[in-house]
């Protein structure tokens, strides 16, 4: 493993960050998860992914990369968000399974 993979990774989704803040206006607009999953699918995942058919990905390198997806897609969710219970301060997240087939899209 190249340390130059991780550092990629990691330029990419701190770039990405900064560019998916578009998010709020989509979801500001009360598009529907599915068409945020699109948009994300077709814009966001290109610039995450921009050069990596040359990545070795590590067991932390591909929680990273799932991590992120995971999170973007809870923010496109409208039904399967994550929670918190005001009374004890805890979140309850949903199943990653739910939350992707609500916005279209698969890890």
């Not at 998916?20 to 607009?29: A, D, M, N, V």
């Not at 932390?60 to 995971?70: D, I, P, Q, V």
Request: proline residues 3%.
């Amino acid at each position: 493993m190249d340390d130059t993979d991780t550092q990629a990774i990691r330029d990419n989704l701190s770039k990405e960050r900064k560019v998916w803040k578009i998010h709020r206006l989509l979801r500001g607009e009360n598009m529907n998860p599915r068409v945020c999953g699109m948009f994300f699918k077709a814009f966001v995942q290109a610039v995450i992914l921009y050069r990596s058919e040359n990545w070795v990905l590590t067991d932390s390198a591909l929680r990273c990369l799932e991590g992120f997806y995971y999170r973007a897609a809870c923010r496109m969710a409208r039904e399967n968000r994550p929670k918190k219970n005001c009374q004890t301060g805890e979140w309850t997240y949903p199943a990653r399974k739910d939350v992707f087939e609500e916005v279209g899209c698969t890890l």
